[in-house]
């Protein structure tokens, strides 16, 4: 009787993934260790007060990132239910006061309160993005995103992981809109 339990709630969990996956045409994809481990080394010289991880998948980066920032109030989105149901056990076993987790399309999210975005999206869904990040954020944020760039913006930095494939990592800027 277990094992069936156990056997029924993979495959619902298995289905509920591929149904998301197929929804938003790409899978709740882990930062990997060393890219995540960059990233937190070039976040540290940041000092964001909100802080938001679009598409945060199992939480690998944002755990992290709310750890390493405790001032700031960090925000994780994610739609995939499974993901999501994943991160709010985490933060019950390890509560993390300034992360808040939202079961939500980011695309449909306000994200003008945010002064740090960080992303790991495939490049149709960064190319979806930019139009959002230039009507909605306000002057000066941050972007940070990796493996995938912004298409059509010019990054204020670029780094290079040390991983297999040398994921490049980038910072990018919204400008002065009062100018």
Not at 43 to 60: M, N, R
Not at 63 to 71: E, G, R, T, V
Not at 123 to 135: H, V
């Amino acid at each position: 009787m277990i094992l069936y339990t156990v056997l029924m709630l993979t495959l619902i969990a298995t289905f509920s993934i591929v149904l998301t996956s197929m929804r938003n045409r790409i899978s709740p994809t882990p930062t990997s260790y060393r890219v995540k481990k960059e990233l937190l080394k070039i976040l540290l010289d940041e000092t964001p007060t909100k802080v938001v991880d679009l598409g945060a998948g199992w939480g690998t980066l944002v755990f992290p990132i709310a750890k390493q920032h405790p001032n700031a109030k960090v925000v994780a989105y994610e739609n995939s239910l499974i993901p999501f149901l994943f991160m709010k056990l985490r933060q019950l076993v390890s509560p993390t006061p300034n992360l808040s987790i939202e079961r939500r399309n980011f695309y449909h999210a306000d994200l003008s309160s945010f002064d740090l975005i960080v992303c790991y999206l495939f490049p149709r869904g960064m190319k979806k993005l930019k139009d959002k990040f230039n009507s909605e954020l306000k002057s000066n944020a941050l972007i940070y995103t990796h493996t995938f760039s912004i298409p059509g913006w010019e990054p204020l930095e670029k780094w290079k992981a040390r991983d297999l494939f040398r994921s490049p990592i980038f910072k990018y800027k919204i400008p002065d809109k009062t100018e």
